[in-house]
């Protein structure tokens, strides 16, 4: 099972309709199951995720 690295949680508000009538809702996050290098599986956001492909192809160019 994949463990979960996030602390991300789903933002609640209203829909609007034309009338204005409010009906509860939630947007949830974008959760990404993702195998790392070494095997593990985790659950982390996509935003994690991209930022975590920023950081390593950074630290690449660095040592180059």
Known sequence: MAKKITS???LFGNRRSH???ATRHAQR???QKVT???GEKIV???RELR???KM???SET???
């Open 56 to 58: 390593a192809k950074g």
């Open 36 to 38: 790392l290098d070494n």
């Open 44 to 46: 982390m956001s996509a």
């Open 29 to 31: 996050p974008n959760l």
């Open 8 to 10: 991300k949680k789903p």
């Open 51 to 53: 930022t975590l492909n």
């Open 62 to 64: 660095v040592s180059e």
């Open 19 to 21: 009338s204005l009538r």
